[in-house]
T-cell receptor, first 114, second 108 residues
Framework: DSGVTQTPKHLITATGQRVTLRCSPRSGDLSVYWYQQSLDQGLQFLIQYYNGEERAKGNILERFSAQQFPDLHSELNLSSLELGDSALYFCASSVVGGFGNEQFFGPGTRLTVL | GEDVEQSLFLSVREGDSSVINCTYT??????LYWYKQEPGAGLQLLTYIFSNMDMKQDQRLTVLLNKKDKHLSLRIADTQTGDSAIYFCAEDTGKLIFGQGTTLQVKP
């Protein structure tokens, strides 16, 4: 158990809909990262937040957004969903300023868009 | 550019050594990581190496880094069936860039 929790574990929705994925980092970790893992794209970095502020951006679509709240939990919002958004979404956390960029991953949310 | 390449599949017999290879492109990478993903689970950090090191050993795991060739390898000694998983290497360029993952199959 990495200490990172993600909810829900599974999510099934329809095209055009909007969903919110939630992540709680390890106690004491200030950074949260979101990743998308799909068969065709592999594991891709989406976005990073550090202590409530956006720190780095990866291959995140404009239909997707995220935020980190004062209690350090984070939410990833996916809107106007398309079939190709079906994937496993991982959240990871780290204590920025520790060893490099050592990240601890949550179990993931599996999103299925029908 | 940022790119990390791995072979997709490796099959070994239980008790043999496994060597998983990875190449990366960004010479400014500070740390390089190996993660393990078991079926239905998230990624678990196995080990990491700082870019100024050549080798790191941690129990059954040995990481070799050839910075000149930008080549990273993970050797698992005495591979067990419980080592069957997907192994990802990742380079740290300020954000993590992952390879496609190598599926390790361990035959009894």
């Amino acid at each position: 158990d990495s200490g990172v929790t993600q909810t829900p574990k599974h999510l099934i929705t329809a095209t055009g809909q909007r969903v919110t994925l939630r992540c709680s980092p390890r106690s004491g970790d200030l950074s949260v990262y979101w990743y998308q893992q799909s068969l065709d794209q592999g594991l891709q970095f989406l976005i990073q937040y550090y202590n409530g502020e956006e720190r780095a951006k990866g291959n995140i679509l404009e239909r997707f957004s995220a935020q980190q709240f004062p209690d350090l939990h984070s939410e990833l919002n996916l809107s106007s969903l398309e079939l190709g958004d079906s994937a496993l979404y991982f959240c990871a956390s780290s204590v920025v300023g520790g060893f490099g960029n050592e990240q601890f991953f949550g179990p993931g949310t599996r999103l299925t868009v029908l | 550019g940022e790119d990390v390449e791995q072979s997709l599949f490796l099959s070994v017999r239980e008790g043999d050594s496994s060597v998983i290879n990875c190449t990366y492109t960004d010479s400014s990478s500070t740390y390089l990581y190996w993660y393990k993903q078991e079926p239905g689970a998230g990624l678990q950090l196995l080990t990491y190496i700082f870019s100024n090191m050549d080798m790191k050993q941690d129990q059954r795991l040995t990481v070799l880094l050839n910075k000149k060739d930008k080549h990273l390898s993970l050797r698992i000694a005495d591979t067990q069936t419980g080592d069957s998983a997907i192994y990802f290497c990742a380079e740290d360029t300020g954000k993590l860039i992952f390879g496609q993952g190598t599926t390790l199959q361990v035959k009894p």
